[in-house]
T-cell receptor
Framework: ETGVTQSPTHLIKTRGQQVTLRCSSQ?????VSWYQQALGQGPQFIFQ???????GRGNFPPRFSGLQFPNYSSELNVNALELDDSALYLC???????????????FGEGSRLTVL | RKEVEQDPGPFNVPEGATVAFNCTYS??????FFWYRQDCRKEPKLLMS???SGNEDGRFTAQLNRASQYISLLIRDSKLSDSATYLC???????????????FGKGTKLSVKP
């Protein structure tokens, strides 16, 4: 158990719909990163939130957006879903002091999204 | 060229065997290096960090060659429980609040048979 919880664990949507995925970070962690893992691939970095602001973004279109809340929990929103968005979405939390090397990332079990 | 490349396998080995995984990365600015383990339909978990001097954790040994941009993982005396996908990961981070991001390879699948 990493202390990182994600919801929902599984969901099915249709093309064009919108989805919100949620993540509660491990206690004491201030940074949340989101990753997309398609079948047979390694996780791909979507973006990271640090102190409620986006702090780095991978090669994903603007229809992927997020939020981090004061309690450091986070949401990932995906608009106008496409078939290729079907994947496991992983949230990872960590502690970043801002002055030293980043701490270990702890992953949640993921939200498995299927787009039909 | 992909940022992190690994042989996808699968590697099918008997219990007790020694198995080695290799990984290359393309960006010489990469700062940190890791091996993660991912069990089927589970989340990735950190197996070990990789240092230039090489490091060992029990049956696992990791090596980094910055000049060749090459990372390796050696597993000795394989156990059934070692069956998983092993992900090679690099990180480019900067001081001042930015962790950068983890760049994962596709993973190498290991299956240890009785």
């Amino acid at each position: 158990e990493t202390g990182v919880t994600q919801s929902p664990t599984h969901l099915i949507k249709t093309r064009g719909q919108q989805v919100t995925l949620r993540c509660s970070s491990q206690s004491g962690h201030n940074t949340v990163s989101w990753y997309q893992q398609a079948l047979g691939q390694g996780p791909q970095f979507i973006f990271q939130y640090y102190r409620e602001e986006e702090n780095g973004r991978g090669n994903f279109p603007p229809r992927f957006s997020g939020l981090q809340f004061p309690n450091y929990s986070s949401e990932l929103n995906v608009n106008a879903l496409e078939l290729d968005d079907s994947a496991l979405y992983l949230c990872a939390s960590s502690y970043d002091s801002g002055t030293s090397a980043p701490g270990e990332l702890f992953f949640g079990e993921g939200s498995r999204l299927t787009v039909l | 060229r992909k940022e992190v490349e690994q042989d996808p396998g699968p590697f099918n080995v008997p219990e007790g065997a020694t198995v080695a995984f290799n990984c290359t990365y393309s960006n010489s600015a990469s700062q940190s290096f890791f091996w993660y383990r991912q069990d089927c339909r589970k989340e990735p978990k950190l197996l070990m960090s990789v240092y230039s001097s090489g490091n060992e954790d029990g049956r696992f040994t990791a090596q980094l060659n910055r000049a060749s941009q090459y990372i390796s993982l050696l597993i000795r005396d394989s156990k059934l429980s070692d069956s998983a996908t092993y992900l090679c990961v690099v990180n480019m981070w900067n001081y001042g609040g930015s962790q950068g991001n983890l760049i994962f390879g596709k993973g190498t699948k290991l299956s240890v048979k009785p």
